[in-house]
């Protein structure tokens, strides 16, 4: 069976090890793949928004199966092509990918349907967005409404911070046209949790629950960034917290979906606030996390490409998700300098035997040395039976790992230790 992934990073590397396991798989197509994936996957050099030219490919090596992972071409609508021309696909067609290529769409949803999220306005015209800041609760949630690649929202702690994002958005197009229009949300509190579910449109399996860590330093502090590492599961979600919300939020939003003729198959990710008021959604995502993933997909026990397919034939009800009880943590090394500016093209070595649990996000092969080429390098993933021997174990191997100007936070999966102590 010959398998297409589309995308590029730790996410894609993550899936296409776990597609491995696969005895039926032959062969592996990563569009366009990185350099630290040539031991995994056949990578060709076709960006993951250039549709036309994923579909001729798709064609030409007769597919059998593509998986759609990135979010940019779920909504460019790369799904609904590849379906056009009979390849079967995991990933929602466009106008379910909306959910998460809309910011606007996502929150009038979540208000039409009484799922529960934060109060919000929408705002169109920057004068008005700036005049309805002046009696709007500090601190407030600015968000644009399109993709902006994780990073187009803002936590405005002061008034002026406010102004200023609203302004970096709306007039100065930080996020380009992703700012045009933008949502101003109330502050929610809570702990966080991210909850990646299976669905066919009709059936949610949730998968196992995760804690991510964004910010770029220790202790939660610096720039926001994609995703500096994560643990699973997420101690603060318990077995009474995932029935609510499976009941309040994940099977309405799946309802919800196809009561407005938009019928979601794939990974719908949620992303969830525990506020003192019952769980509440901050964000939808269309596809896996990243690094969610990193340690999720390590933790399934149940074949993927099985799972996979199911979604994409509405027969998951009938298919076993089986995940581990076990921990997983994952520590993503990034080049120093990140979210911001930073240097590449630095040798790195892995130990032969960590590579297994490496998971590489962006690097370049040259002459047979693997180079790093990216922002976010490696995600490095260890599991136990406790979170504090995962932990542990993934810092030993990071410890292992080498390239120059090598940057990592020190304390992913501290606030969750905390957490189980409380």
Known sequence: MKIMVVGGGGREHTIIKKLKENKEVSEI??????????????????????????????VENKIDYAVVAPDDPLVLGCVDALEEQGIACFGP????????????????LMKKYGIPTAAYEVFDDMEKALAYLESAPIPTVIKADGLALGKGVIIAETLDDARAAVVSMMQDKQFGASGDHIVIEEFLTGP????????????????????????????DT???????????????????????????IFLPTVDAMNAEGRSFKGCLYFGLMLTPNGPKVIEYNCRFGDPETQVVLPLLESDLLTV????????????????????????IMASKGYPSSYEKGFEMTIPEDI???????GASLSDGKLLTNGGRVLGV????????????????????????????RRDIGKRALAAYKE
């Open 29 to 58: 197509f990563a569009l366009p793949g990185n350099g630290g994936m040539a031991n995994d996957a056949t990578c060709v050099n076709i960006g993951a928004k250039d549709i036309d030219a994923i579909v001729k490919f798709a």
């Open 93 to 108: 067609r466009a106008n379910a990918a909306i959910i998460e290529g809309s910011k606007v769409f996502s929150k009038n």
């Open 192 to 219: 966080e949790v991210s909850v990646l579910a299976f669905t066919d449109g009709k059936t949610v399996k949730p998968m196992v629950s995760s804690m991510d860590h964004k910010r770029a330093g220790d202790g």
């Open 222 to 248: 610096g720039l926001n960034t994609g995703g500096m590492g994560t643990v699973a599961p997420n101690p603060y979600y318990t077995a009474e917290i995932a029935d609510e919300c499976m009941r309040t």
């Open 308 to 331: 996979m397919q199911a979604t994409t034939n509405g027969t998951l009800a009938e298919t076993e998700v089986k995940f581990s009880g076990k921990n997983a943590c994952c520590v």
């Open 355 to 361: 590579a297994s649990s490496v998971y590489v996000a």
């Open 381 to 408: 993933t260890s599991i136990d039976e406790t979170l504090e021997g995962a932990i542990e174990k993934s810092y030993a191997k990071v410890g292992r790992i080498s390239f120059e100007n090598a940057y990592f």
